[in-house]
């Protein structure tokens, strides 16, 4: 039988270590650098998971954000233009209670009020297309990124 060669001993001895656990040099199981890349791997795709999911829920929470603060101010608006429509309401009243021929829509303060109810309707108008245009903002986003996932 021949003699093996240090070298030889020395790979045979590695090979052995890596097959029974707890004996010789290295963690048991694991040949030098096989499952340490497989690992590797796993933890890239992990870590970029749970990156895309928190970016994900970032860009959904400022989404909401945006859209929520926008949605407040409009419940605002509606309020103030319920108010105007009350006070026009009450004032056309009283006008017309005053005297059966007034002239109601010569009237300054009917003028004011039915001004201040179309500025905030154009207020409330103004809103609307903020939310529609964050949401497209938002969509695009998520198009790019979808594009750009699809190309790598």
């Given amino acids: 039988m021949e003699e093996k060669r240090e070298p030889e001993e020395k790979v045979e001895q590695a090979t052995q270590a890596a097959r029974d656990p707890g004996e010789g040099e290295g963690e048991g199981g694991e040949f030098p650098g096989h499952e340490a890349d497989e690992e590797a791997g ?35 608006i509606n309020r ?55 949401r497209q903002e938002f969509r695009t986003r998520e198009a790019a990124k979808k594009a750009e996932e699809e190309d790598s």
Avoid: C, H
């Fill in 42 to 76: 796993l933890w890239d795709k992990v870590r970029k998971g749970v990156v895309e999911s928190y970016q994900f829920a970032a860009d959904k929470t400022d989404l909401y954000t945006k859209v929520g603060s926008r949605r407040l101010a409009i419940v605002g």
């Fill in 80 to 134: 103030k233009i319920d108010r105007a429509f009350s006070d026009l309401g009450e004032k056309v009243y009283n006008l017309m209670a005053a005297s059966e021929r007034a002239d109601v829509a010569a009237d300054p303060a009917v003028i004011e009020i039915v001004g201040r109810i179309r500025k905030l309707e154009g207020d409330l108008t103004g809103k609307e297309a903020e939310i529609e245009e964050i």
